[in-house]
């Protein structure tokens, strides 16, 4: 079993910075890739950011140059910094990890959630 345990979300106002965390314990043998999901109400689940064990990060079209996405391995945590937020970053958002465990079997888990609000 994984568990990641997210922190960081909140209300902010348009223009405002929101840090979000996510760290990740359990039957973990290696880490592969960590990132940032979110759903906004009657939206689809949509990727946010990513990134991998090397440190290559990708980004939504519609995150780039305010969001950053980066990871401490030594404590398997990743992290989410989002400047300049808009309103249509309102969403609740979720950490996922890909991994593998001892058994070298290759895995994906998610967070709870936790919930941006954007106010204008």
């Known amino acids: 079993q994984v568990q990641l345990v997210e922190s960081g979300g909140g209300l902010v106002q348009a223009g405002g910075s929101l840090r979000l965390s996510c760290a990740a314990s359990?039957?973990?043998?290696?880490?592969?890739?960590m990132g940032w999901s979110r759903q906004a109400p009657g939206k689809q689940r949509e990727l946010v950011a990513r990134?991998?064990?090397?440190?290559?990060?990708n980004y939504a079209d519609s995150v780039k140059g305010r969001f950053t996405i980066s990871r401490d391995n030594a404590k398997d945590t990743v992290y989410l910094q989002m400047n300049s937020l808009k309103p249509e970053d309102t969403a609740v958002y979720y950490c996922?990890?890909?991994?593998?465990?001892?058994?070298?079997?290759?895995?994906?888990?998610w967070g709870q959630g936790t919930q941006v609000t954007v106010s204008s």
């Open positions: 996922n990890v890909d991994y593998s465990d001892f058994s070298g079997v290759v895995k994906g888990s």
């Open positions: 359990g039957s973990i043998f290696r880490i592969n890739a």
């Open positions: 990134i991998t064990s090397g440190g290559y990060t």
